[in-house]
């Protein structure tokens, strides 16, 4: 008897510090924080997302962009680059949603603002927050145009033209690979729920 009840004490000892030992605590940890492009700062992937706080968002250093960006996310954003017509991601998109800044998750255009502009670029008629677009001259090769970019990520989005339709007669001609595209069902889950109410059917 004395035998049984040592073994069943020791067994229940043993449990606490096994489940300790799972690994699970530092998984949780290393899935805490996430950058805009949905990755920790670890390199693991979370299974999911957490919210954006973009309004405190500070811009890392080139070297830290350049490891959370794709080459061509990080050629247009950092760089003024422009992504190939029709090639892009978010040209044919149609589902409803938003589109935040690869960069600092920051919202800048909405699907219900998208229209096809057959230029081969996703095209909106204005920002979802106007507050959060930054626009200047822009002299290049292309002569003078305006340049579009995010306020809190300084990114490189676009540019802005007057051939668009009505009623704002603006194009806002965007690169997909500046942009993030946060579908509606999901805009809670990732921080954006103020925006849910958008697409709610009248």
């Known amino acids: 008897m004395k035998l049984s009840s040592s073994i069943a004490f020791a067994l229940l000892m043993l449990i606490p510090y096994g489940c300790q030992n799972t690994g699970m605590g530092e998984l949780q940890e290393k899935a805490i924080v996430k950058d805009a492009a949905g990755e920790t700062h ?56 938003i589109y935040v800044d690869i960069v ?11 229209y096809d502009s057959g230029t081969g670029w996703p095209s909106f008629t204005k920002p979802l927050e106007p ?27 676009g540019h802005v033209f007057t051939d668009g339709p009505a009623p704002t007669g603006l194009r806002y001609c965007m690169n997909s690979a500046a942009l993030r595209f946060v579908p509606k069902d999901d805009l809670e889950e990732q921080g954006y729920g103020e925006y849910a109410k958008l697409f709610e059917k009248q």
């Open 131 to 157: 507050d959060n677009i930054v626009t200047r001259e822009d002299r290049g090769i292309f002569g003078a145009r305006t340049e579009v970019r995010s306020k809190h990520g300084d990114s490189h989005l």
């Open 42 to 97: 670890q390199g693991v992937r979370s299974r999911q997302r957490q919210p954006v706080y973009w309004r405190n968002f500070k811009k890392p250093g080139d070297e830290v962009l350049k490891k959370r960006l794709t080459p061509l996310q990080y050629e247009v954003t950092q760089k003024e680059g422009t992504e190939p017509a029709f090639r892009n991601e978010y040209n044919a998109n149609k589902a409803e949603g």
């Open 104 to 114: 600092s998750g920051e919202p800048l255009f909405s699907s219900l603002d998208k």
